[in-house]
């Protein structure tokens, strides 16, 4: 096969990321808003929203089943009038189906504005399981036929409509609970959902939910509760700032010993990175425009990190800040608690130089799905150590901007290979790199 150049990125590591970018709306808010639309006649507008190919993913989806949506990159602005709504044609759902895990969730709204639903093969990152068990469970337990024998995917009917029910998640899973929220707002009757994610984005779910007319409270105990309307209607709404994305390029600016101002970036959503960002030696600024990161000289300390659903250390935050890490003096142990299989992207980082040791065992104190499961679930990183530039290929999206990170802050030149995949949640990250003097091409 012929290597597509597009898809390589040419990078001269050793320089300093120093400069201001701007991170919009949050990539795993803004595809679920998106969905939502699909909930009532009219026209809905997200502002703020972040110019990645998941945008342009679960746009084409969306038109595929009748939907209008006109997406202005510029402005950061998706307009969505989904007043005629019908059932796509499954050869074309098809063709999208490995871009996305975002079909999963178009289940509740077809079935209240169709009766309906067809749901292709998913796709999405190689993290370790995400299964859609939970998913499929929750819409038996609202009242829908769920065929799994289907030849071409999943097909769902509610011959009867949806109504609620009490719902438990034995994990607080952020898609289950998109699931539950988006087929229980129309459903008949009221539906308790507990054992709820409550991470930000889904809260902003939430909100734009109520804007549209829905009646959703949410208890302290990770319980949500919600009274069936019998119609919603369009939306207006700015999403929040992407916190992965923001956080990943502090980690950019702690691995390559640089001074990132990051415009958009808010406080409240990063309290958790902040702190973690903070003990190991990293400083940042809060202004009301956004929040600078910067490696203030001397060195980085070594942390303990256990990953864990919101307010906790994020997975997503993780990887990013891993390749911080090899340059921390001292040992360094990461505990991941949400994917089993979130550590291959450290492969290329002890190639280039890295000192990572992967462990079965539960390195840390939070109860753990994973422990004797036979999962290398733990990192332990040893510290300081050059790192030296490469061929790499990127594994999925976070994995691959942290490979991303490795190539800028290593000595010599890399090669990163599959760059695409890293299109998905950063927009225009190309751009943001030369803004920041990046030597890439």
Known sequence: ?????????????????????????????????????????GTSVLKN?????????????????????????????VTIDATNVQLADVADVDTLSGSSRIPILFSGPLLHRLGEAFIPALGGCNIGGRPIDFHLETLRKLGANVDKEHEDGIHITAPNGLHGAKIHLPYPSVGATEQTLLAAVLAEGKTELSGAATEPEIMDLVA?????????????????????????????????????????????????????????????????????????????DITDKGIRFWHPGGDLKPVAI?????????????????????????????????????????????????????????????????????????????????LEGRDIDVPDLRGGFSHL?????????????????????????????????ADVD
């Open 208 to 284: 734009v939910l109520q804007k549209m007319g829905a009646i959703i409270s949410v208890d302290v105990d990770r319980t949500f509760r919600i009274e069936g309307v019998k119609e919603l209607k369009g939306y207006t709404h700015t999403s929040l700032t992407d916190r992965i994305e923001a956080a990943s390029w502090a980690s950019a600016a702690l691995a390559t010993h640089g001074d990132i101002f990051v415009k958009g970036a808010t406080q409240p959503e990063m309290m958790t990175f902040l702190n973690t960002f903070r003990k190991i030696g990293g400083e940042f």
């Open 306 to 386: 256990e990953t864990d659903v919101h307010p906790g250390f994020m997975t997503d935050w993780q990887q990013p800040l891993v390749v911080a890490l090899t340059q921390a003096n001292g040992l360094s142990i990461v505990h991941e608690t949400v994917y089993e299989n979130r550590f291959g992207f450290t492969k290329p980082l002890v190639q280039m130089g890295a000192t990572i040791q992967l462990y079965r065992e539960c390195l840390g104190s939070l109860p753990c799905r994973f422990q004797q499961r036979n999962y290398k679930h733990s990192a332990v990183i040893f510290g300081p150590t050059p």
């Open 1 to 41: 096969m012929v290597e597509n150049k597009d898809d390589v990125l040419h990078v001269e590591g050793g320089k300093p990321l120093n400069g201001t970018i701007k991170v919009r709306g949050a990539k795993n808010f803004v595809s679920k808003a998106m969905v939502a639309a699909l909930l009532a006649p």
């Open 405 to 437: 990170i490795a190539a800028l802050a290593a000595k010599g030149p890399s090669n990163v290979r599959g760059i695409s995949l890293i299109d998905r949640g950063y927009a225009d990250f190309r751009g943001k790199l030369a803004a920041l003097g």
């Open 49 to 77: 929203v972040p110019e990645i190919r998941d945008v342009h993913v679960v746009s084409d989806l969306l038109r595929l089943h009748g939907v209008d949506v006109d997406v202005n990159g510029d402005e950061g602005i």
